[in-house]
């Protein structure tokens, strides 16, 4: 069969078309994810303290609207942190790094969150973070690192603490609520690390206090007493922590209602940042992302694979055993 003769004029401007969309899709693509974020929530993004990291919202949101087209959330409010962010300001200001977005009610907030304070096993091995930023992510057993990626909020579980003392000879119940999160890829064994979200809030200074009419009594009639610290702004054992009064707005939110949790950097971006660092070349220029602030602290960051870090972690364990735990003292006041 012969080919049919294509009129000059029309050839050139098929190819015309053909050029003008393809550069058209190459230009438009990088903004294609972009603009499918609403304007108003659009309005919030940037690097400045209250605000979301573009990839940190795009990431977070995509996490979001994939579990909902799966019928896994129905929730109409997700997640997300930024871990690269510093966790305190200084003077008593917190920075602002967790966030809860509703995009049915146009809603955005910013709260403060803890990261995974990690552990110096010296001589060993050094993967401890600062109070301000984090330097060391992992997700080994017993690393009390944060492990970045996805996660669904699960299960809430509220249990007794302890009591402690709110005025002259007047005590209150501690009940602290644990968020379990169930994690997938490299944060699947957070249930087994039991990592989830709760207020950064604690006993501290442990007695055991005379109280047989008490419902939480044991079998002798005992208590357990302490003094209530507020940690916000601090570091946690590799879970998420939320200031007590964020922590009354965000549990409630989730109970019986599960929806998604995107943390920032994960490990492909430790890495990607890491070999940026070693280059002496700035994030920015590389297309990368990492809070400038705690960049310039940290000097670069590590992420500890599990595979690595667990028989470390083992050794350890057993060549130095921690002492046996000794009973809680009986309280010396009434």
Sequence with gaps: MGLKSVPLGIAVLGLLAIAVATTMSARSFAALRSSSIPAWLQAHVGEGDGQIAQVVLERARALYLKKVSEGSVKNPCYFAMDATRPGDLGNGVLGRRYYVICEA??????????????????????????RRCAKN????????????????????????KGYYRVGAKQDAVFMRTFVQFDGEGETANARQRVIGGHPAALLRGMCLRKSPNSSHADHDGYVPFGKLVNYAGGRS????????????????????????????????????????????QSP???????????????GSPKFWPKKMLEPVIARYKKDQPLPPAQPVPICRDP
């Excluded at 009610?105 to 096993?121: D, I, K, M, P, T």
Aim: proline letters at 4%; charged letters at 20%; hydrophobic letters at 40%.
């Design 105 to 130: 009610e146009q809603s955005f907030r910013a709260v403060s969150a803890g990261h995974g304070g990690g552990r110096n096993l010296k001589g060993v091995a050094d993967f401890s973070n600062g």
């Design 137 to 160: 992510f992992g997700n080994a057993m017993d690393s009390e690192l944060t492990a970045d990626g996805a996660y669904m909020t699960a299960e809430a579980k509220t249990s007794f």
């Design 237 to 280: 054992n590799g879970c998420t922590s939320w200031s007590p009064a964020d922590a009354e707005q965000i549990i409630p939110m989730v109970k019986d209602n599960p929806t998604t949790l995107y943390i920032y950097p994960e490990s492909r971006d430790i890495a990607a940042i890491a070999r940026a660092v070693a280059a002496r």
């Design 284 to 298: 920015s220029g590389a297309e990368l992302y990492w809070n400038a602030s705690c960049l310039k602290e940290i």
